[in-house]
């Protein structure tokens, strides 16, 4: 033994004050001994991804925590979790399937969050845009109940399981390549850099854009390991931290490291990409290394719960305990950077809100002269034109305020993050400052989305009319037709067809609950969309008015599912058809498929408005070169 000490204290090489005291601490500790051995199972191979893990070990932070650690690759045959409750190791990091295990009465604890945000992203084909066009397709996820984040991505997008073919995932992105699959589950930091450097042409769906934003690349252990050994896990803990910090601040030496000792897979630029990759989803500029927080794994528990992965009772019940009671200190430095930039997205935040309140006063006083030249009568076809560009304006602002509203959101709920922090402060005096700042930015924040809502329903006080004029609808179509019709060419016919009461289609029965200027402004444009599909070679437009009974789809504009019966005006033509990859962008406001200065990308995101103010949805059919079929589904309303 004093040889030992002998060796620490004396000897030109030694750890100075850090080691010595660590040292003493182990030997004198309960719990841990000097060169107590533990394994740690990874998730994969070798890789930046680990990191930390390999800096605590080379760098001695795990030996001056009195311990020796066997780091073991992770394998296909077998998960981290299964390693750690099987006995074979003591440690282990896995993603988010170590709270869902944890809520299935696995006796798991959670030590460190690694990834603030999980890089778990879903690759798809490129003409996937959303988790709804999965309906339908081929997609390689993690067998059993892997890769909860993704499937949580699809149930807020409202595609369930049964709705796409899930085939267990081969851990090969060469599947992808050769499109034996739509999507494949991946990394961001890793199978990425794959695609990009073969140049493969894909699109990548992320959940926390979905509302799922999960940890990631968990370090848990068991509890019988913290009840057991609480001082041992705590110091491999700690040690672990330190090994992030260092690796995070000396990349280009981790990266030799694992490509001379640990020979890893990946060559250098891969692991350069990786590291680059990683560091926004560590956040460790913002928060400390390795942060966990009760609020956040209370909404991981939800998403499990909404997607009926595990009880609500049961996942409120295990959920206590997941998180050891290790003291965690905050730096007055990182908690004044929190504060710091806190206010100065506030500040950002409020001077755009500021932009966005002048553009809706200027944009009421147009809408003003709107009213004014529809109560004038003047030519109805100039009115269409100028209620497309203030229409397309209005839900245009509509869309930036909702992004600035969910913007006060996320701080919201850093703040939130803040004041959990915050509660863990011994000094007096820097908690009253932190209790005081959150408080400030917690009540104008909430102000500010107060202002937000306000200019939200002005958005919309257009769409609400005092008065609403209704015509029977086949009225209103001729009146259309009447006015329209001179602008045709002689190589463009028109057909009126009502199929409820046979050739008497002035006493049709069919009329559509809507403001007569508004109807009228959706007839002219679908029209005029049609004649200009047809300006080359000539054609058809057929306009028919029916009833529809037992509908069972969903909108091609909103999204939204629609059942029942309803009354159908189409509007179709024999002209260019439309691709089917710009189906869903036409009633885009400024998306037009027409050339250069021959549409403004206006009309069909109106019609689209209208029809959804006036309760309605809308159909799409077209075949490219033959035909386009517009249909508008409005809700049976008794008008006597």
């Known amino acids: 033994m004093m040889k030992i000490l002998q060796t620490i204290f004396f000897t030109p090489n030694f750890r100075k004050t850090r080691l010595s005291m660590c040292f003493l601490a182990a030997l004198f500790s309960g719990n841990v001994i000097a060169n107590d051995t533990v394994h740690l199972q990874l998730r994969w191979l070798h890789q930046f991804q680990f990191a930390g893990y390999y800096a605590a070990l080379e760098k001695g932070y795990y030996e001056d925590a009195g311990l020796n650690v066997v780091i073991h690759e992770g394998f296909t045959k077998s998960t981290p979790i299964e390693a750690v409750l099987l006995g074979h190791a003591e440690y282990g990091v896995d993603n988010s399937e170590v709270l869902h295990q944890r809520l299935n009465a696995s006796p798991l604890v959670a030590l460190a969050a690694i990834f603030q ?26 067998a059993s109940d892997g890769d909860d984040d993704i499937l949580g991505m699809m149930s807020n997008a409202g595609v369930s399981k049964k709705q796409v073919e899930i085939v267990p995932i081969s851990f090969n992105i060469q599947d992808f390549i050769d499109e034996k699959v739509d999507g494949y589950a991946a990394y961001s930091t890793d199978e990425i850099y794959t695609l990009r450097k073969k140049n493969i042409k894909f699109n990548v769906l992320e959940p926390r854009i979905y509302g799922v934003d999960f940890y990631s690349d968990i370090l848990f252990t068991t509890e019988n390991e913290i009840s057991k050994h609480p001082d041992r896990a705590r110091a491999f803990r700690q040690a672990s931290i330190d090994g992030w910090n260092y690796a995070m601040q000396h990349p280009e030496e981790i990266i030799e490291l694992l490509i001379s000792k640990y020979h890893s897979k990946k060559n250098r630029d891969e692991l350069l990409f990786e590291a680059h990759t990683m560091r926004p989803l560590l956040m460790s500029d913002l928060v400390e290394m390795g ?38 200190t ?10 710091t930039t806190g206010v100065f997205i506030f500040i950002l935040i409020i001077f755009v809100l500021v932009i966005l309140l002048v553009a809706f006063l200027g944009m009421r006083r147009e809408n003003r002269k709107r009213r004014e030249i529809e109560k004038s009568n003047k030519l109805l076809y100039q009115q269409v034109n100028h209620m497309q560009k203030l229409e397309s304006i209005g839900r245009l602002t509509s869309g930036i305020a909702h992004d600035f509203n969910n913007i006060l959101a996320c701080m919201l709920g850093f703040n939130e993050m803040n004041k959990f922090m915050g509660e863990d402060i011994t000094d007096e005096s820097l908690r009253e400052i932190m209790e005081n700042n959150t408080h400030q930015i917690d009540v104008a924040g909430r102000r500010a989305a107060e202002l937000i809502d306000k200019m939200l329903i002005y958005c ?60 009228h402004q959706i007839v002219t444009n679908l029209v005029v969309n049609a004649r200009d599909a047809m300006e080359e070679r000539g054609g058809k437009i057929t306009i028919a008015l029916k009833t529809m009974t037992d509908v069972d789809t969903y909108c091609i504009a909103c999204a939204a599912i629609i059942k029942g019966d309803f009354i159908e005006l189409s509007v179709m033509d024999n002209g260019s058809g439309i691709e089917p990859q710009m189906i869903t962008r036409i009633f885009d406001p400024f998306f037009s498929t027409k050339e250069v200065g021959k549409g403004t990308g206006l009309g069909l995101s109106t019609v689209s408005g209208m029809v959804h103010t006036s309760a309605g949805h809308i159909l799409v059919n077209s075949e490219l070169g033959q035909y386009t079929e517009i249909k508008l589904l409005f809700p049976i309303v008794n008008l006597s």
């Open 117 to 142: 945000h999980s890089p778990s992203v879903l690759v798809v084909r490129e003409n996937i845009k959303s988790p709804r066009d999965l309906i339908g397709k081929k997609v390689m996820l993690m």
């Open 460 to 519: 919309r006080q257009d769409t609400k009319k005092e008065e609403m004029i209704v015509k029977p609808t086949l009225d209103v179509i001729n009146e259309v037709l009447g006015m329209l019709r001179p602008a045709l060419t002689n190589r463009i016919q028109i057909e009126l067809v009502c199929e409820c009461l046979g050739e008497a289609v002035h006493n049709c029965c069919e009329n559509i609950y809507i403001d007569a200027i508004d109807l």
């Open 330 to 339: 905050m730096d007055k430095t990182m908690l004044q950077r929190y504060v």
């Open 291 to 328: 942060n966990m927080n009760s609020t956040r794994w209370k909404r991981m528990s939800d998403v499990f719960v909404e997607n009926k992965l595990v009880s609500l009772r049961e996942a409120n019940k295990r959920l206590v305990g997941f998180m050891p009671s290790f003291d965690v």
